[in-house]
């Protein structure tokens, strides 16, 4: 069990960009979340797979938002056209089933300039 | 809807005294609850738990948590606070659905040598 493992740690790009971020979840686990977080505030929710379907996500995601998990292992979170509101950190976690901890990632933090 | 309000972003304590983090929640069924810490820079990782059975959660690193539902809380503790203890903590509530963790806005514990 090595963790659920986030790339890039750290991402800086100017404002009009698109970035893309990659989440490898822990390997037995089949539900994976991206939650965003800002600066004296709690990880919010922005959407969640179990294996490779997206069953949910949240009306904070704009259509700039898209995230990805094809093969129900590793997920990419797509933002096109940043803005510099977007910077943020962006958490991946998974967990064994709906009931179990969430296990998260060290966060892909972001600033758009 | 499930919620969890923490009360006091910013608890100071000293070395060797008692914490008490605060958490509040608003459920409509039987909730999970979740106590996690998030160190600089890093994820979140799980301090302790609630689903069923005893209400009385022991976690790592000395903490524990009460289930409460006729307070609809579930404080946090721990004895003694170390140095290392300096970090930022977050309750967690689930949905009935298991698909999102709701989290709170977060407590930042600082402690005095």
């Not at chain 2, 979740?34 to 009385?56: C, D, E, R």
Request: with cysteine.
């Amino acid at each position: 069990d090595t963790g659920v493992s986030q790339n890039p740690r750290h991402k800086i790009t100017k404002r009009g960009q698109n970035v893309t971020f990659r989440c490898d979840p822990i390997s037995e686990h089949n539900r994976l979340y991206w939650y965003r977080q800002t600066l004296g505030q709690g990880p919010e929710f922005l959407t969640y797979f179990q294996n490779e379907a997206q069953l949910e996500k949240s009306r904070l995601l704009s259509d700039r938002f898209s995230a990805e998990r094809p093969k129900g292992s590793f997920s990419t979170l797509e933002i096109q056209r940043t803005e510099q509101g977007d910077s943020a950190m962006y958490l991946c976690a998974s967990s064994l089933d709906s009931n179990s901890p969430l296990h998260f990632g060290n966060g892909t933090r972001l600033t758009v300039t | 809807a499930q919620s969890v309000t923490q009360l006091g972003s910013h608890v100071s304590v000293s070395e060797g005294a008692l914490v008490l983090l605060r958490c509040n929640y608003s459920s409509s069924v039987p909730p999970y609850l979740f106590w996690y810490v998030q160190y600089p820079n890093q994820g979140l990782q799980l301090l302790l738990k609630y689903t069923t059975g005893a209400t009385l959660v022991k976690g790592i690193n000395g903490f524990e948590a009460e289930f409460k539902k006729s307070e609809t809380s579930f404080h946090l503790t721990k004895p003694s606070a170390h140095m290392s203890d300096a970090a930022e903590y977050f309750c967690a509530v689930i949905t009935n659905t298991g698909n999102q963790f709701y989290f709170g806005t977060g407590t930042s514990l600082t402690v005095i040598p």
